[in-house]
């Protein structure tokens, strides 16, 4: 024995049980020889108060036994929350008793007679799975400390940038402080507010997105703040705003640079007094709604021109995030990739291993003005083009590699009708999406970044039969 050898296992403990005094002598002898900690039981049940007492790394049980034979004490041993390894022993071993011995919690079967070998490859095979085991522990709880220090919710960067929107969106989380998200569209403001949501204590509640642009000024007040039956033409019924549906949780209002001043002046009422009123009805109602804001615009330019109150601004305004470009923070681009990857693989039902380095150095090399939704986009439609495990050059169409999809789509304009154009331009993007996708029109959909029924209402309209 090597001293190498015995420091190897000086640290392993074995526990022998045999009702054989000469079995138990043999392998006790053989065992401390080569290193190991040995101790000894004449049956079951004084292994098992052996094993419940000690620490042991394996076990070499016998099978027929006194007391408690060695199939009883698997169970017995497996209840006791020990993680030894179990090896069984015996001298009536059949396959049937092997197998019923492994689903009972055994790692391995050695027949009587053995060599005394046969006893120290079946140790040195477990020593082995363990050692993987505790590998493949180690690699996942690496692997969890990056994505836990790489992540924030549903974002993931690792950029000196993004870990400082991270650790600050941590800290207000806890608290019902008002927040203002400042960045261009298609960083990922609306993830930031879901993250910071579900960090938070009101996340057991609902969280509310409104799209302040997307609301016409006419309908806003009413969804934000609800009405009462007949408080204006085609009020048919008493409608619950959105604030009150969100009594309790988040209202995420998304562009609220785009909110008129008229309504600025409503809000501003409701962030002070935490109170709403619905629209026709003359009484206020109280509601408890953290209010997170976002905007792609300039709000203290706004302010300046007199387009935002400056009021509010100051009230939303109590703790900014600003989200930075794609473009600064280029080193994200590698785990976007890698994270989009894993989501599509998993949506589109793809085996996509990863980006070829080629395609990634122009990925890398974009200005990315459309920001993570591009890359997001563009990673989708890679995905979708490609037959291959990788994903090449000829699949993007960004930057140096966009080759021809560069090109004006065709035909070119005539005249100056806008309408007209605008109408050429869509029958052209809807085509290529289709031929992109093969046809699929909810990819497609989803490439041109309009709804379903949306895409089937413009292909009738334009004639197109894909």
Not at 240 to 256: N, Q, R, S, V, Y
Not at 421 to 437: S, V, Y
Request: glycine share 8%.
């Amino acid at each position: 024995m090597t001293e190498e050898k015995t420091k190897s296992c000086a640290q392993s403990a074995v526990l022998i049980i045999d009702d054989e005094e000469n079995m138990c002598h043999m392998l006790s002898s053989m065992l401390k020889r080569d290193g190991y900690s040995v101790d000894t039981a004449m049956d079951g049940e004084e292994g098992l108060a052996k094993l419940v007492a000690g620490a042991f790394d394996y076990v070499l049980c016998d099978i027929r036994m006194p007391k408690m034979d060695g199939m009883a004490f698997l169970p017995a041993a497996k209840a006791s929350a020990s993680e030894a390894t179990i090896i069984m022993m015996s001298a009536y071993g059949t396959i049937d008793l092997a197998v019923e011995a492994m689903k009972l919690g055994a790692y391995d079967f050695i027949s009587k007679p053995f060599k005394s070998d046969e006893v120290r490859l079946a140790i040195k095979k477990a020593e082995e799975r363990d050692r993987l085991k505790r590998e493949n522990l180690l690699l996942k709880k690496q692997i969890r400390q990056f994505e836990e220090r790489h992540r924030f919710g549903n974002l993931v960067a690792k950029s000196r940038l993004m870990q400082k929107v991270f650790e600050l969106a941590a800290k207000v989380s806890q608290y019902n402080t008002t927040v203002l998200i400042f960045g261009e569209s298609g960083t990922g403001k609306e993830l930031v507010a879901q993250a910071i949501h579900r960090a938070g204590p009101r996340q057991r509640m609902p969280m509310v997105p409104v799209n302040c642009g997307g609301i016409p000024e006419s309908l806003l007040e009413s969804e934000l703040f609800g009405h009462v039956k007949g408080a204006f033409t085609g009020a048919d019924r008493t409608k619950k705003g959105l604030f009150e549906e969100a009594d309790g949780g988040t209202i995420f209002l998304d562009e609220i640079g785009e909110m008129s001043v008229s309504l600025q002046v409503k809000l501003l009422r409701v962030l002070q007094e935490s109170e709403i009123r619905p629209v026709g009805h003359a009484g206020t109602r109280k509601v408890d709604v953290r209010v997170v804001a976002a905007t792609s615009r300039n709000l203290p330019n706004m302010v300046a021109e007199g387009t935002f109150r400056e009021d509010l601004f100051y009230r939303l305004n109590v703790i900014s995030i600003d989200l930075p470009p794609l473009r600064d923070r280029g080193e994200d681009i590698p785990l976007l990739c890698r994270h989009f990857i894993d989501q599509f693989n998993a949506t589109l039902q793809r085996h996509v291993k990863g980006i070829a380095p080629a395609a990634m150095a122009g990925l890398l090399q974009h200005r990315w003005p459309g920001n993570v939704r591009e890359l997001e986009n563009a990673i989708e439609r890679a995905m979708v083009l490609t037959d291959d495990d990788w994903l090449k050059p000829e699949h993007f169409a960004v930057g140096s590699m966009a080759g021809a999809c560069n090109t004006p789509i065709e035909p070119v304009f005539e005249g100056f009708s806008i309408k007209s154009a605008q109408r050429t331009m869509e029958k052209g993007m809807i085509t290529k999406a289709l031929k992109a996708t093969q046809g699929n029109r909810t990819q497609a959909a989803r490439l041109l970044e309009i709804s379903h029924p949306s895409l089937l209402s413009k292909m009738k309209a334009y004639l197109i039969d894909l």
